[in-house]
């Protein structure tokens, strides 16, 4: 019961060089946190900027309490 939407132009995106598997744990972590911060139902969206210099992920959960030190 969780919508995931991808906002931007992935295709103007720049290239870097990453390792492909941190890579995908990284985000595979992220969004299974944003889906327990969802709990049920919601959406998750992830924003790539124009020139694919950051991505945002956004979630309509649980945000995290404000002495919550990351």
Request: aromatic share 8%; net charge negative.
């Amino acid at each position: 019961n969780i919508h995931y939407e991808i906002e931007g132009k992935k295709e103007d995106s720049q290239m870097i060089t990453v390792d492909p598997v941190q890579m995908e744990q990284v985000f595979l972590n992220i969004l299974k946190n944003a889906e327990e911060a969802i709990e049920y139902e919601g959406h998750i969206t992830v924003f790539i900027s124009q020139n694919g210099s950051f991505i945002r992920i956004t979630n309509n959960g649980i945000p995290l309490d404000k002495g919550i030190s990351l």
